[in-house]
Each structure stands twice: as structure tokens, then as C-alpha cells.
């Protein structure tokens, strides 16, 4: 039996030239799949890598058991590494550096400093570096936002304290670093504001794509 025939293919005589190609282009798109779920694969185990790093750096301070919990805590309740990390980057000054690094000004709609724009106790330089960690979220959240949606949310679709803590801690950590006073209620406020256009934007996608078909598409194209 030929590969054409297998696949069910029409191999007549007449239809001999339409069948070869019909085939070429179905392993043509099966192999991009496979080269898009690959390179999908490798940037997620990175961002797990990273994470594993932090992770043992921070069981080695006790000052720092209970941001280990968390994610300990959040990894079980299958939410994905490169979004927790992300969740991270601000608490620390190597990976707050990284954001400067690697941001990119998204479109407004994306922007997490729209939802902070009109909150005046919030200095404005201040505002561009938590658009940066909402934009790093968000593209964190991208990569599979089903998934990531169904980690951080409760069945009552509201967000799970186990994230608020996490994100209230990397806050609190850039905010002392920074020499900058909020209350606990202006922390959290800060964070809740911070993430809430990322889960909405993450609710868009998650309706017009499965995480199947995101991951199937190049990385490259993803941003498109």
C-alpha cells in the first residue's frame, strides 16, 4: 500500500497529481506543528529551569519559606512556571533588570498601566516598571492561557488567594527596595489592579484559541 493510499488519498490516474500534492502540504503543515510544539516545549522547560533556580536559592534564606510555600503551593495547583516566574520578576533586582531588558510596549489594550493610569498615589515611574511586569505576565499567561486560567482561578471564576499572595509579596519586595511606603491595602490594591487586564486579556484568547492551537503555532508568528 502506498503512504498516499493510506491516508486516503484518491490515487487514480487522474487524480494522481492532486493526491501527491495534497500529501506534501499535509506533512508540509505537520511538520511545522511539530517544529512550533517543540520550540513551545523548550521556552516553557526554560522558564521551569529558571524557576527551579529561584527556588533553591530562596530555600536556602529563611526569611524567604513562605514565598517558597507559595509556589510550591501554586505548582501543585498546576499553574504553569513561566507564569509564576513572571509573577516573580519584580520581586528581584536581576530579574526586574531582565524586564527593562526585554519590554516591549505592547498595544494599549494589552497595557497594564491603563488600569493604573488614573491611581495618583502610584508615582509615574513606578507605573512604566509595573507595565512591564504585567506585560511579562501577560506573556507569560499566553503561552497557554486555558491552562494558566484554570490554575488561578476558582471554580467561582475568582482569583485564588494562594496568586494574590504571591503577587502581593514580589510588590512588597520591589517597594522596599525601591524605598517606597504602601500599606498592606495599598499593596494589594497595586496588585489586583496590576492583573486584572492580564486575566482579562487571558479570557479573550483562551475563547477565539484552545492552548492546543497556540502551541502549535510558531512562536514567531504568536505576537502577530
Known sequence: MSLE??????????GATESSEAFQEMMRESA??????GAH???????ENKLAKILMRYMGDPAKSDVVFLVIKLLQENVPGA??????????PDMEK???DTFKEGKPEDSTLMALSGESFIPDNIKLDLNAWGDAILQAGLMMPGK???GVLTPEQKLKSLVIDLL????????VRHG???SEDKIRQVALLSVQSVLLRLREVSREKTDAQIIETPIEEEGK
Open 41 to 47: 516545549q523548550v521556552a516553557q522547560k526554560t522558564k
Open 180 to 182: 517606597i511606603e504602601f
Open 83 to 92: 507564569f509564576i516566574l513572571a509573577i516573580l520578576s519584580i520581586s528581584d
Open 5 to 14: 493510499s493510506f491516508f486516503g488519498l484518491d490515487t487514480d490516474a487522474k
Open 32 to 37: 511545522k506543528a511539530a517544529t512550533a510544539i
Open 148 to 150: 494558566t486560567l484554570a
Open 168 to 175: 502581593e509579596f514580589s510588590l512588597e519586595e520591589y517597594f
Open 98 to 100: 531582565e524586564l527593562h
